[in-house]
């Protein structure tokens, strides 16, 4: 529960920083499902099976601490101008 708490709360700071875009509910839910663990994070073991993401989580970790937060997922998503080409798999 903290995890999504701090996921949303990235989400309004976040939203303050941006402009609207239609897909940001789209972004915040791919995100929710792949942070496992609900850390507020998502982690090179949860990004593993993610090809999308695992090839660029290095890229874009912004602080180097070898996650995605909120926003660097979001910048990540946004390369791809999609956030449904990243699939999730509902176990």
Do not use: C, W
């Not at 850390?39 to 999308?52: K, N, W």
């Not at 090839?55 to 926003?71: A, P, T, Y």
């Amino acid at each position: 529960m903290q995890g999504l708490a701090i996921a949303l709360a990235a989400l309004a700071a976040f939203l303050v920083t941006v402009p609207a875009r239609a897909n940001i509910k789209n972004e915040l839910d791919v995100f929710i499902n792949l942070d496992q663990n609900r850390d507020g994070y998502i982690s090179a073991a949860e990004a593993r099976e993610h090809r999308p993401i695992n090839l660029r989580l290095d890229r874009f970790d912004g602080d180097g601490n070898g996650k995605l937060d909120l926003e660097e997922f979001v910048a990540l998503v946004q390369t791809n101008d999609d956030a449904s080409r990243i699939k999730t798999r509902q176990n």
